[in-house]
């Protein structure tokens, strides 16, 4: 398993933008996938956006247009460019890795992200 540290939430108005970041504690060169999931106040954690080891992306319909998601494997970290950012993205987003070495996923400890209208 690996360590995530995201980074990069913050305070933002209707429209704006935000780069999140989500560095790894070792190579995640051979990480089968790496994800950003979200959780609003009150309700259940969400994926937004996914990149496997191959780069094939995938993206929760109310983002897709909006957001991307980016792997720099070289740094160890992952992206997730937000952009048109609405109130109902207002969440605590977290990074999540897996492989299938592993016997679990790895989970980081979140960072919120509040857009205000």
């Known amino acids: 398993q690996v360590q995530l540290v995201e980074s990069g939430g913050g305070l933002v108005q209707a429209g704006g933008s935000l780069r999140l970041s989500c560095v790894a504690s070792s190579n995640i060169f051979d990480i089968d996938v790496m994800a950003w999931y979200r959780q609003p106040p009150g309700k259940q954690r969400d994926m937004v956006a996914s990149?496997?080891?191959?780069?094939?992306?995938n993206y929760a319909d109310s983002v897709r247009n909006r957001f991307a998601i980016s792997r720099d494997n070289a740094k160890n970290t992952v992206y997730l460019q937000m952009n048109g950012l609405q109130p109902e993205d207002t969440a605590v987003y977290y990074c999540?890795?897996?492989?299938?070495?592993?016997?679990?996923?790895?989970w980081g400890q979140g960072t919120q992200v509040t857009v205000s209208s």
């Open positions: 990149v496997t080891s191959t780069s094939v992306k």
């Open positions: 999540y890795a897996f492989s299938s070495l592993w016997p679990r996923a790895s």
